[in-house]
C-alpha cells in the first residue's frame, strides 16, 4: 500500500541513494563502530550529493523534491547506517528554520551552499533543562546596537562538530514571546564546542554541546521577528524533526528485517532453517507487519505535507509508531538472534542500539501522546503543516501567519 504514493521519480531516486549507501557507506560502517569518532569525510560526500537540498527549491539550487523525497532519501540511508542517516535528517532540520522564516538575504547567503553540499546547518535548542519545554530555555542573547550577544549552552545538538552553521534559540525577554532565533557561524569567536562524550549508538553521528561565551552576532543573523523563536522551534520540530527521524527509525527497521530473516535462513536448529520453527516464524511475521504498518504511516504523513494539507497530527503519529514499532522489532529481532545477537559484531545490537537514539528528539513517545490527545479532544494548538504551508505575499513572513 505505501507504494501507492510513490512516482517513478522516488522510486529512481531511491534506487540511487540505495546505491551509494550500499558502495560508500557500508564499507565504512564497521570503522565507525569500532572508533566512534564523528565520520567528517563521509557526512561531505553525503552532502556533496546535493541531497541535504531536497525540500529547498530550485531557485535557490535545490531538488526541490519535497518531503516524500526527503523520507525516501533518509529511510535509504539509516537502512545502511543510522549515524548517517541522523546526519542527514539533522542538517535537513535545520535547513526548515531558514526555508520557513529566512529573508531574502539569508536564503539567498545560505541556502544555495546547503544544496551543494558546502554548507551543513543544525539547530540547537534543547538546553539541560529545556527539551521539549522549549519555554525553560535559558541562554540569553542580549541586544547591544546591531549585535546580539549569546551566552550558554545548548546540547544533545546532532551534528554539532561538522555543522557550518547553527540555528540557535535564545531568550531575549520574558514568556513565550521571549525567544528569538539565530544564524550563527561555527567560526564565531566565542562559540566553543567541548569534545563530544561517548554514546550507546549512532556510532560517527555528531552528537554534542555548543557552548556559547560572549558571542557577539549582528542583528542581520536574527531569524524572523524578535519573539518569533517558540514557533520557529516548534514548527521545525513538527515539519521536519518527526517526519525525518521517523525516516530514521523506518530505515533501521527495514535493516533490522532483513538482517533477522537471513539470520533465519542460516541459521540451522533440527536439521532445517531456524525459521521453521513455528514461533520463529510468528516473530519474523510480526516485523514484517510492523515494517509494513511503519512504512505507511511514514508515506501518509510526508505525502500530506508535500500537499499542503493539515496533517500535524499524521506527523506525530508517524513518529510515534515508527520508533515504538522498530524498537519492539529490535527486541524480537535479539530474541530470535539469542546468543549470536550478544556478540560485538552482530549488527542487530547496533539496529537495537540506534533505535534507542531515536525515542526522544522532536518529542518523546510520550509527547507524541499527549499531542495526539489534544487532538482528540479539539485542544490542538499547533496546525503548522497548514500555516506554513500557505502562500506568502511579498514581504510578508510565517510568524505574520500565527
Known amino acids: 500500500m505505501s507504494d501507492a504514493y510513490l512516482e517513478e521519480r522516488h522510486r529512481q531516486l531511491r534506487a540511487e541513494v540505495r546505491a551509494f549507501a550500499e558502495s560508500k557507506v557500508a564499507p565504512r560502517v564497521a570503522d565507525m563502530e569500532h572508533t566512534g569518532a564523528v565520520e567528517t569525510e563521509l557526512a561531505a560526500a553525503i552532502a556533496q550529493q546535493g541531497w541535504i537540498g531536497v525540500t529547498i527549491d530550485k531557485a535557490h539550487g535545490g531538488m526541490g523534491?519535497?518531503?516524500l523525497a526527503k523520507t525516501i532519501i533518509i529511510e535509504e540511508l539509516s537502512r545502511i547506517s543510522g549515524a548517517m542517516g541522523a546526519m542527514v535528517q539533522a542538517s535537513q532540520l535545520g535547513v526548515a528554520k531558514i526555508i520557513h522564516f529566512g529573508s531574502e538575504r539569508q536564503k539567498r547567503t545560505?541556502?544555495?551552499?546547503?544544496?551543494?553540499?558546502s554548507c551543513l546547518p543544525t539547530i540547537a535548542v534543547t538546553e539541560p533543562e529545556a527539551g521539549s519545554h522549549v519555554l525553560g530555555i535559558q541562554m540569553s542573547a542580549r541586544?547591544?546596537?546591531?549585535?546580539?550577544?549569546?551566552?550558554?549552552?545548548?546540547?544533545?545538538?546532532g551534528n554539532s562538530h561538522i555543522g557550518d552553521v547553527h540555528g540557535v534559540v535564545a531568550r531575549t525577554g520574558?514568556?513565550?514571546?521571549?525567544?528569538?532565533?539565530?544564524?550563527v557561524e561555527a567560526d564565531r569567536p566565542g562559540l566553543v564546542l567541548p569534545t563530544p562524550g561517548k554514546t550507546?549508538?549512532?556510532h560517527g553521528f555528531s552528537f554534542g554541546e555548543l557552548h556559547f561565551h560572549d558571542c557577539r552576532i549582528p542583528v542581520s543573523n536574527r531569524l524572523g521577528r524578535e519573539g518569533d523563536g517558540r514557533d520557529i522551534a516548534y514548527s521545525s520540530s513538527v515539519l521536519y524533526g518527526r517526519p525525518n527521524l521517523t525516516a530514521v527509525a523506518l530505515g533501521i527497521h527495514q535493516a533490522?528485517?532483513?538482517?533477522?530473516?537471513?539470520?533465519?535462513s542460516e541459521r540451522v536448529r533440527y536439521d532445517n532453517a531456524l525459521h521453521q520453527l513455528p514461533n520463529i516464524k510468528i516473530k519474523i511475521g510480526h516485523i514484517q507487519s510492523r515494517v509494513m504498518t511503519a512504512r505507511l504511516a511514514a508515506y501518509h504523513a510526508a505525502h500530506l505535507l508535500d500537499t499542503g494539507a493539515d496533517c500535524d497530527a499524521e506527523l506525530m503519529n508517524a513518529k510515534l509508531i515508527n520508533v515504538e514499532l522498530a524498537l519492539d522489532s529490535a527486541r524480537a529481532a535479539m530474541e530470535i538472534h539469542a546468543a549470536a545477537g550478544l556478540m560485538s559484531d552482530a549488527p542487530i545490537g547496533r539496529y537495537l542500539r540506534d533505535a534507542h537514539h531515536i525515542f526522544a528528539p522532536a518529542g518523546?513517545?510520550?509527547?507524541?501522546?499527549?499531542?495526539l490527545a489534544e487532538v482528540a479532544l479539539g485542544q490542538s494548538k499547533?496546525?503548522?503543516?497548514?500555516?506554513?504551508?500557505?502562500?506568502?505575499?511579498?514581504?510578508?513572513?510565517?510568524s505574520a501567519l500565527t
Request: charged share 20%.
Open 65 to 67: 523534491a519535497g518531503h
Open 110 to 117: 545560505w541556502l544555495p551552499r546547503v544544496a551543494d553540499g
Open 143 to 157: 541586544r547591544e546596537g546591531r549585535h546580539y550577544v549569546l551566552n550558554g549552552r545548548k546540547i544533545y545538538i
Open 174 to 183: 520574558e514568556g513565550s514571546k521571549g525567544l528569538t532565533a539565530f544564524l
Open 200 to 202: 550507546l549508538g549512532l
Open 256 to 264: 533490522i528485517l532483513e538482517q533477522t530473516t537471513t539470520f533465519a
Open 364 to 371: 518523546t513517545s510520550d509527547i507524541q501522546l499527549l499531542r
Open 382 to 398: 499547533g496546525h503548522w503543516s497548514q500555516r506554513l504551508s500557505a502562500v506568502l505575499s511579498p514581504g510578508q513572513t510565517p
